[in-house]
T-cell receptor, first 114, second 113 residues
Framework: KNQVEQSPQSLIILEGKNCTLQCNYTVSPFSNLRWYKQDTGRGPVSLTIMTFSENTKSNGRYTATLDADTKQSSLHITASQLSDSASYICVVSDRGSTLGRLYFGRGTQLTVWP | EADIYQTPRYLVIGTGKKITLECSQTMGHDKMYWYQQDPGMELHLIHYSYGVNSTEKGDLSSESTVSRIRTEHFPLTLESARPSHTSQYLC????????????FGPGTRLLVL
């Protein structure tokens, strides 16, 4: 069964600190993995996308890694800011159908305190 | 920020009412999607469209219906709302490029009393 599991479910950190969010998946055949940021009451916004051959991708203070062999990904946030408070969703795409179906994790709810 | 819009943003209605959630995008994307998301849960695909006059049901069974008469417009309709329909509804669109990144609207929070 194709699944995407994220940990931790929630995380509280102090402003300026770093943190790492985890994503494990069982989706096959694998096409790509995305990390989205979803602010409260808003739609998700894409942060990074990685294909099978990529093992790291950065977007400002966000750095995503991918280990396609162990089917694990992480999102590292450096020098956190209050505006980083949001839900971070891991999304994996397969190519087993013409739709290129997306499998969503439940997200990690990050809260940054001043 | 993506040019995809949803109205209303919030809606509180009584059981049995007919409602239409509007979604429009100005990016000229062929593919559009409707997702349902409950608090703390993952997004579930309920409808999608590859283009004008194309609509398909998604993974999650839904009593809603959709139409795609124009490329930029993808409304979702509930003929008779029930409390079980209370949720957040997110609309998205994507282009036919290799990555097919989906761009999401702000969502409609629906509460059925």
């Amino acid at each position: 069964k194709n699944q995407v599991e994220q940990s931790p479910q929630s995380l509280i950190i102090l402003e300026g600190k770093n943190c790492t969010l985890q994503c494990n998946y069982t989706v096959s055949p694998f096409s790509n993995l995305r990390w989205y940021k979803q602010d409260t009451g808003r739609g998700p916004v894409s942060l990074t996308i990685m294909t099978f051959s990529e093992n790291t991708k950065s977007n400002g203070r966000y750095t995503a890694t991918l280990d396609a062999d162990t089917k694990q990904s992480s999102l590292h946030i450096t020098a956190s800011q209050l505006s980083d408070s949001a839900s971070y969703i891991c999304v994996v795409s397969d190519r087993g159908s013409t739709l290129g179906r997306l499998y969503f994790g439940r997200g990690t709810q990050l809260t940054v305190w001043p | 920020e993506a040019d995809i819009y949803q109205t209303p943003r919030y809606l509180v209605i009584g059981t049995g009412k007919k409602i239409t959630l509007e979604c429009s995008q100005t990016m000229g994307h062929d593919k559009m999607y409707w997702y349902q998301q409950d608090p703390g849960m993952e997004l579930h695909l309920i409808h999608y469209s590859y283009g004008v006059n194309s609509t398909e049901k998604g993974d999650l069974s839904s009593e809603s219906t959709v139409s795609r008469i124009r490329t930029e417009h993808f409304p979702l309709t509930l003929e008779s709302a029930r409390p079980s329909h209370t949720s957040q509804y997110l609309c998205a669109s994507s282009d036919r490029d290799r990555e097919e990144t989906q761009y999401f609207g702000p969502g409609t929070r629906l509460l059925v009393l």
